[in-house]
């Protein structure tokens, strides 16, 4: 458990990263820590809420799906003059 952060500032880390999902190296510069300190408390705080058991939803059965994600790529039209760039 990385000492530096308070407990609560370590869980508050931990679910801002699984809420917003913004990268590593954004939640260091916010909480003033290495890149790594932020990886070993995401994990440590995952793994400590896991293994309490009260947060285990395997037992939850889920009805399977299938999910259709459209990726295609399509051309956009762009100013060739700069000028035309102030009204785009």
Not at 11 to 18: F, K, P, V
Not at 57 to 67: K, W, Y
């Given at each position: 458990?990385?000492?530096?952060?308070?407990?609560?500032e370590?869980?508050?880390m931990?679910?801002?990263?699984?809420?917003?999902?913004?990268?590593?190296?954004?939640?260091?510069?916010?909480?003033?820590?290495?890149?790594?300190?932020?990886?070993?408390?995401?994990?440590?705080?995952?793994?400590?809420?896991?293994?309490?058991?009260?947060?285990?939803?395997?037992?939850?059965?889920?009805?399977?799906?299938?999910?259709?994600?459209?990726?295609?790529?399509?051309?956009?039209?762009?100013?060739k003059?700069?000028k035309?760039?102030l009204?785009?």
């Amino acid at each position: 458990m990385p000492a530096r952060l308070s407990m609560e500032e370590q869980l508050i880390m931990t679910l801002r990263y699984l809420r917003y999902y913004p990268t590593q190296r954004l939640l260091a510069f916010d909480f003033g820590v290495g890149v790594a300190t932020v990886n070993e408390t995401i994990t440590w705080v995952e793994d400590t809420l896991r293994s309490s058991g009260f947060f285990d939803l395997d037992h939850l059965e889920a009805p399977s799906a299938t999910v259709a994600i459209d990726v295609t790529e399509s051309p956009i039209q762009r100013p060739k003059k700069p000028k035309q760039e102030l009204f785009w």
